[in-house]
Structure formats: C-alpha cells, structure tokens
Nanobody, 126 residues
Framework: QVQLVESGGGLVQAGGSLRLSCAAS????????VGWFRQLAGKEREFVAA?????????YYEDSVKGRFTISRDNAKNTAYLQMNSLKPEDTAVYYC??????????????????WGQGTQVTVSS
C-alpha cells in the first residue's frame, strides 16, 4: 500500500508556471504507474497526465495540456511531478495524483487507480 501527498499548488497569473509534487510513502514506488487528475466542484474528475512505472518510458497527456505540462518521476525520491507552464484560467482546479502497481499498462481512467492523494488547489487568475 502507498500513501500519496500532493504539494505545490497555489495562485498564479495566467502564463505563469507551477510544479506539483506527489510524494509517495512505502516501498517499490518504481512499480507504480502514476497519474494526475483534476476536478472542479460539481464536475467529474478528469485526466491530465500519466507516466508508466520504473523509468517512466511512456507518458500520456490530455490534449489541452500537451506542450504545456510535463509529467516526470524520481524513484529515488519516491516522488512524481507535474510541471505546468503557460497556465490558463481554465486550468484552475483541485489536482490529484493517483497510483497503481502496474508493470504493463498505464491508464488514463480515474477508476483504474487504487491510491489517491488529498489534492492540491491550483488557481490561475486572468
């Protein structure tokens, strides 16, 4: 089992950048695929980005964040990251990281993930 803690959210002006971190407790972090999702109040949680286990060879992005967001991982630090550049007001949401042990697949569907963090608020002002 793993516990996830997000950090790095905050208030930023449009065009600015933030880097979110997802720190994982427990062992064998490299065995986990990690995803980032975001959610607005009253709306479904939506996929943002995902990275495969181990060296993170495979990465996936939601179309609206491609070219602006970068997902990465540092297994030595048990941490995954989401670098967000050129932020837009429509990126405003609570951002969650999620994880699941998987040595094969990496999914973009929230229900596939077993473990979730508590979320961190990102607010982009215009």
């Amino acid at each position: 089992q793993v516990q996830l803690v997000e950090s790095g959210g905050g208030l930023v002006q449009a065009g600015g950048s933030l880097r979110l971190s997802c720190a994982a407790s427990g062992r064998n972090f490299l065995s986990y695929a990690v995803g980032w999702f975001r959610q607005l109040a009253g709306k479904e949680r939506e996929f943002v980005a995902a990275i495969s286990w181990n060296n993170g060879e495979n990465k996936y992005y939601e179309d609206s964040v491609k070219g602006r967001f970068t997902i990465s991982r540092d297994n030595a630090k048990n941490t995954a990251y989401l670098q967000m550049n050129s932020l837009k007001p429509e990126d405003t949401a609570v951002y969650y990281c999620a994880a699941r042990v998987s040595l094969t697949r990496t999914e973009t569907i929230a229900d596939w993930y077993d473990y979730w963090g508590q979320g961190t608020q990102v607010t982009v002002s215009s």
